[in-house]
């Protein structure tokens, strides 16, 4: 009986760990990187079954330089791929806001929208997020719209850093958020919609964006933005982001970036200002 269970065993670990494998590298953008080194492979194994020995030697030649030059390369892909797998709770059940918690937040966006003041709400998922939870204030608090919309007033000793939402509670506020290391960002998204798409990048957590010049409420997650969303999309959006937690395929484009697109289009064409979507 232990000689069957063992390999089945065996099995299911190996299955699991290449699931996970996979799962970071697709969050992390380094699908790329695998996809080159599947290529390298094929012309490496068809240049050893018809003995092409000149692209053999090239090959074997060139590469202790190619490791070198990939690490060089996709450092910043490597680094977050290390970063998840350090701070990766795998086991740990999500922890999302009930749905009443969750309303409480879109109506505070709604109304820091109306009132155009800037805000960051990021919500928590499977990856621990504690150190930029000690970056800012703990409040430990309940999630209500009043709290949340007094958080992000002017002037406020808060209101420029970020909020975290964890556990179905307002864990912190006045968090600093890292800045996003993509090159190809509008010159019209600010400080705010960036450090969004930084946190989306290191971490497997949901961001609500308020823009404090048009009022634009939007979602960043896994490294792209949805922008300018309805309180409706928002509310759906969310959902399904925190109920189905980490698991691949959350964040492939749908129709709330489409939708956003072509709200960024009518809004860059009524404002002559270049304020569209940011999805890599």
Not at 52 to 65: E, F, H, K, S
Not at 71 to 91: H, M, S, T, Y
Not at 128 to 139: F, K, P, Y
Not at 222 to 239: A, C, F, N
């Amino acid at each position: 009986m232990y000689g069957l269970i063992r390999p089945a065993f065996d099995v299911a670990i190996l299955a699991f760990l290449l699931y996970k494998a996979y799962d970071l590298l697709v969050k992390t953008q380094a699908v790329q990187l695998v996809k080159g080194a599947v290529f390298l492979a094929l012309v490496y194994g068809i240049a050893f079954l018809f003995k092409l020995t000149t692209l053999l030697w090239i090959l074997t030649m060139l590469a202790p330089g190619l490791f070198i030059a990939v690490a060089i390369v996709f450092q910043p892909e490597l680094r977050k791929i290390i970063i998840r797998l350090g701070q990766g709770e795998l086991f740990r059940p999500d922890n999302k806001p009930r749905i009443g918690r969750l309303e409480a937040v879109v109506t505070a966006a709604e109304i820091l929208s109306q009132q155009r003041r800037g805000a960051l709400v990021v919500f928590s998922r499977r990856v621990n997020i504690r150190n930029i939870i000690d970056t800012g204030t703990r409040l430990n608090a309940d999630i209500s719209s009043s709290l949340i919309v007094t958080v992000f007033e002017f002037d406020g000793p808060l209101h420029d850093g970020a909020m975290i939402i964890q556990n179905g509670r307002i864990a912190a506020a006045g968090c600093f958020l890292p800045l996003s290391e993509q090159q190809g960002i509008k010159k019209s998204f600010g400080t705010r919609h960036r450090a969004s798409l930084g946190m989306s990048e290191q971490s497997d957590a949901v961001i609500l964006v308020v823009s404090e010049e048009t009022g634009a409420i939007s979602l960043a997650v896994d490294g792209k933005l949805y922008y300018d969303l309805s309180p409706i999309e928002i509310t759906r959006k969310l959902r399904e982001l925190l109920d189905r937690g980490a698991r691949r395929g959350e964040t492939e484009p749908d129709k709330f970036s489409l939708a956003a697109d072509v709200k960024a289009a009518e809004e860059e064409a009524s404002l002559g200002e270049g304020k569209d979507v940011f999805v890599e």
